[in-house]
């Protein structure tokens, strides 16, 4: 390794043990000046850094300061040696403050007073109307900014007073929500119930219905077969009924008559034969009925 790359952490060294110096006598004075004992801490670079800072800030505050109170005390001489230079005048001329009546004192005090007050540096009459006009601007500008605030007042009064209703508002709508909630409640439980019993309810009907549709698929039940379909060979039924009634009759009154085998035998065959009109023309009935459905 050359001697350039040697000297080169010597020197970050030096310079690091010198800021931990100086950050240590800093601390040993601010803290001895305000009667307490330094604590103990780990000097890493970041905090060494930090403090470093804080000590070059506070040195170059501490030199301000004591240049401007260095330039205060000079004219604070300055000042005491014009006052003693003026005093001394006044007294060659009679107008020491001890010769001078109570009232001129207690005037020219006042004066001093009001000067200060208007932060002018003489007492000339041009000094105080200059005080005076730019108080008066003051006062104007202050009149407009008071009158600005008490409208923005005045508007935020408002938003306040509105924002107050809505919050009462708001309360009494959450109280009354509140005091609903039990009978919800109670109403939600019965509606809870009622569903659990509507759901049996339901799987016993899907039950039913799948029994039925078994039931009808044992029976030969096909959807041809419907209401109107039924009702419409019902009537039919019917119609036969009437028309083989008279017939039926005819035979029964055949059944008081004294036996005649070749009459019999006749009549016999004559029913028969309008017993099998009769089936025939249900039969084409139920056919056509059959179709039209179809």
């Keep these: 390794m050359s001697d350039q790359d040697c000297s080169i952490p010597e020197t970050k060294m ?18 001895e000046a305000a009667g307490k004992v330094v604590p103990e801490f780990e000097y890493t670079p970041r905090s060494v850094a930090h403090l470093h800072n ?56 006042v004066l001093a007073n009001v000067a200060n007050l208007l932060n ?44 107050i209703a ?4 708001l309360k009494r709508t959450l109280s009354q929500l509140e005091d609903d909630v039990a009978p919800c ?34 029976v030969g039940y096909t959807p041809e077969i419907s209401h ?6 019902d009537e039919h039924r019917k119609d036969l009924e009437k028309k083989t009634k008279p017939i039926l009759d005819t035979l029964r009154s055949y059944q008081d008559l004294p036996p005649d085998k070749a009459l019999a035998a006749l009549a016999i065959e004559d029913k028969k034969r309008q017993f099998a009109a009769a089936e025939k023309y249900l039969e084409d009935v139920l056919h056509s009925a059959l179709a039209t459905t179809d």
């Design 54 to 109: 804080l000590v070059t800030v506070s040195k170059a505050k501490d030199e301000a300061a004591r240049l401007v109170a260095r330039d205060y005390r000079q004219k604070a001489a300055e000042y005491r040696s014009q006052a003693a230079r003026i005093k001394e005048i006044l007294e060659n001329v009679g107008l020491a403050q001890e010769s001078l009546p109570s009232n001129v004192v207690s005037s020219a005090q």
């Design 14 to 31: 030096g310079s690091d043990a010198s800021r931990i110096g100086e950050v240590q006598e800093w601390l040993a004075k601010t803290f």
């Design 120 to 163: 002018i540096r003489d007492t000339e009459l041009s000094s105080f109307l200059v005080a005076m006009g730019d108080i008066s601007l003051r006062k104007t500008d202050v009149e407009d900014k008071k009158a600005t605030l008490q409208k923005e007042s005045k508007v935020l009064l408002d938003y306040t007073r509105k924002a």
């Design 166 to 169: 809505r919050l009462t508002y």
């Design 228 to 233: 109107g379909v039924l009702v419409e060979m």
């Design 185 to 218: 409640e109670v109403q939600m439980e019965n509606w809870k119930t009622n569903l659990q019993v509507m759901a049996a309810k339901e799987r016993q009907y899907m039950q039913q219905c799948a029994n039925y549709k078994a039931m009808l698929n044992k």
